[in-house]
Structures are given as structure tokens and as C-alpha cells.
């Protein structure tokens, strides 16, 4: 997640009025510089997810319609495809050799279209099924998936897991990523096991008396809450407004309290109580060391909440970024994708509309003959150690 710059992350936490202040001529110790720093660091990582989640709920859907629509007019286009290659085969005005580069075209509209359940692709791969040159085709299937299986394996570091139950290339690539995504989440959790132990391990090593700072932490927390819970009690308040007013508080409040929120907690006693903002300044070193604990952990979890936030869009928006978010950045790969999609679409839409004249169609099947082979050869070349 990107930071937010100093100043605007400075700005804002003496916003909230959370920071504390040092009185004059007296620097602040190093217990209090650390609780700042923190407080500075969950606003910033706090307004990076929220700038995420923002452009998220502005994107997103619109994306995903535009990918789901781009879908289904490629396949009805596809379809359009096969039938007008199936029809053209029946007829007498292709030579042998046209024939079989048509066939080889229809093979792989129908190898594209076979999860749908259209009654004439699914009739039509029946027709196909028992070319003799079907088995040439799926033999090269098995190929390309052998070296697309090689090549995995050595991305991933590992074999693909049952490698005989994938014949295709789509088939292994899905099995592969299927298997580097096991294989990714499971090094997650082992990384964040040596993590947490490794932490475990320096507080031990550096704070002998952990049990009470731990009890010193839970206390810091829960005298901020019973301090709310006590001012914000609804049955204590007999004007109706104000009772909804106190039980919409006290539900904040308890949210914040489950989730160790101190910042959503600490903000409240400052609107509610009406402290001083100064009162921090006058906490011991060890009960604001116990605080920064907690605003410690709940930076954690937000780091983690934008991490996981970016990963799942990266997924769903078919986004290829290493960088992390960036409005600009990844509204342009938005915008990239859906003009790859329109202009693919217009491409197919065009050879439909041109293959309809017979010297065109051979032209087409010839020069769709020449790029499989170019494919086939740069898959060879890319197989090559």
C-alpha cells in the first residue's frame, strides 16, 4: 500500500487530537515518540485502504460487466465463426488442403466453445470428434500441456501434482495455478507462523516480565472502554434521541472494542468525554509502551486488509501489477484491458464479416494456418532451456 506523504499523515492525526504533545522544552521520550509514529502510520495505512476500497466501488463492477459481456459476445461470434466454417465445408469450392486447414480451424472454435451447452457445438463435436486428424490435434495438445507442464514445474519448484489427468494446455495452466496458489498460501502461513514466532521469541527475550505487560495491555484498552461504556450506558438516558443517539455510539464503541481498535476508542473519549487532549502526555511510559502494543497490532491488521484487498482485485480484474496501488496506474491497465477486449472483438467481427467471400475465406484460412504455426514454434522455442 502506497503511504501517505508526512505531512498530510501529520496533519492528520493532530486532527484527531490523538497525538501526544510535547510540552515545552521537554522532548518527548522515546515511549511517546513510538505511540506517535504508530498513530501517524495506521492513519496513513487507514486512508490508503480506504482510497482503495474507493476506487474499487468506482471500477469494479463496470469492469467486471464489460468482461462478462465481452465474454459472451466472443463466444456468440466464435459460434458464428464455426457454423459459417462447418457450413463451408460441405460444399466442393475448398481444396483438400483448405479443407484441412478449415477443419483445423473448427477443431479449435470447438475445443474454445465445449463448456457451453449449445445444442449445435455440442452436435457439431460430435461430428468432429472422429476426424482422422483429431487425434493429430490432440496429440499436439499433449505436447504443448507437456511443455507448458515443464515449464511450471520449474516456475512453481515443484512437479504438478496427477500431470496425467491434464491433456491440454488450458487444462494444466489451470491445474498449475490452482497448485501455485496452495503452494502460495500454504508459504504465507508458514512465513507468518516463523514470524509470530520469532516475535514471541524477542519479547521473551527482551521483556522477561511478558505475562504483566500483556495484562498491562489488555488493561490499557479496557480502561478506555469501561470509561465509554459508563458514559454512553443507553438505559441511563431518558430522552429518546438521546438514547438512540448513545446506543449508536455504544455499538462504535464495542465494535472497536472487539476488534482492539484504540484509535476508534481513543478518538471517542475525546469526543465523549471530553478529556484533556493532554492527558496522554501525562500516561506512564509503560502503560503508553502498552498502548503502542495494541496500535502495533491493529497496523498489522490493516496492512494485511490492504494486501489482501489488492490481491483479490488483481485476481478479479485480470490485473498483471507487481507495483502496489496506484489510482493512475491501475485505472490505465484497466483501460488497456477493456481496449485489448473491444478491439479483439472488432477484429473477429471483421473476419466474419470478409471471410464471407470465398477467396477471402482461403486467404483467412491460410494466414490463420501460418500464425498457429508461428505459435507452435515460439511454445517450442520458449520450451528450449
Not at 36 to 53: K, V
Request: net charge neutral; hydrophobic share 40%.
Amino acid at each position: 500500500m502506497t503511504p501517505l506523504p508526512e505531512e498530510n499523515s501529520n496533519a492528520a492525526a493532530q486532527a484527531l487530537g490523538l497525538r501526544v504533545q510535547a510540552a515545552k522544552d521537554v522532548p518527548l521520550t522515546a515511549a511517546q515518540d513510538r505511540f506517535n509514529q504508530l498513530l501517524l502510520r495506521i492513519e496513513a495505512a487507514t486512508q490508503a485502504l480506504e482510497r482503495l476500497q474507493a476506487w474499487s466501488d468506482r471500477y469494479r463492477h463496470a469492469h467486471m460487466q464489460l468482461l462478462y459481456e465481452a465474454a459472451n459476445q466472443t463466444a456468440q461470434l466464435h459460434k458464428r465463426l464455426l457454423l459459417f466454417l462447418h457450413e463451408r465445408l460441405q460444399g466442393d469450392d475448398l481444396t483438400a488442403q483448405q479443407q484441412r486447414m478449415a477443419r483445423q480451424q473448427v477443431r479449435r472454435l470447438i475445443a474454445q466453445l465445449t463448456a457451453s451447452s449449445d445444442a449445435q457445438i455440442q452436435a457439431l463435436d460430435e461430428i468432429y470428434r472422429d476426424d482422422d486428424a483429431a487425434h493429430e490435434a490432440a496429440q499436439d495438445s499433449v505436447v504443448a500441456a507437456q511443455r507448458l507442464r515443464e515449464k511450471m514445474e520449474a516456475a512453481m519448484g515443484q512437479p504438478l501434482h496427477n500431470p496425467s489427468l491434464y491433456q491440454s494446455p488450458d487444462e494444466v495452466l489451470a491445474a498449475g495455478m490452482r497448485q501455485w496458489q496452495q503452494q502460495h498460501v500454504a508459504d504465507e502461513a508458514r512465513k507468518a507462523a516463523k514470524r509470530a514466532a520469532r516475535k514471541a521469541q524477542r519479547r521473551t527475550a527482551a521483556h522477561p516480565q511478558q505475562v504483566p505487560q500483556h495484562i498491562e495491555t489488555k488493561s490499557a484498552i479496557r480502561t478506555v472502554y469501561r470509561q465509554l461504556a459508563s458514559l454512553l450506558h443507553p438505559d441511563r438516558e431518558m430522552d429518546p434521541q438521546a438514547q438512540e443517539s448513545k446506543t449508536r455510539l455504544m455499538g462504535e464503541v464495542n465494535r472497536a472494542y472487539e476488534r482492539n481498535d484504540l484509535t476508534t476508542l481513543l478518538r471517542l473519549q475525546l469526543q465523549v468525554a471530553h478529556v484533556d487532549p493532554q492527558h496522554l502526555a501525562r500516561l506512564s511510559n509503560e502503560k503508553l509502551t502498552a498502548m503502542s502494543q495494541l496500535l502495533k497490532d491493529q497496523l498489522a491488521a490493516l496492512q494485511d486488509d490492504g494486501w489482501q484487498l489488492e490481491s483479490q482485485l488483481k485476481r478479479e480484474l485480470g490485473l498483471a501489477l507487481d507495483a502496489p496501488f496506484s489510482e493512475e496506474v491501475w485505472t490505465q491497465a484497466l483501460h488497456r484491458i477493456q481496449a485489448d477486449r473491444r478491439y479483439a472483438l472488432e477484429c473477429l467481427e471483421a473476419d466474419l464479416e470478409r471471410i464471407q467471400q470465398g477467396s477471402e475465406l482461403k486467404r483467412w484460412l491460410k494466414a490463420q494456418a501460418l500464425l498457429a504455426k508461428e505459435h507452435a514454434m515460439q511454445a517450442t522455442l520458449d520450451g528450449l532451456p
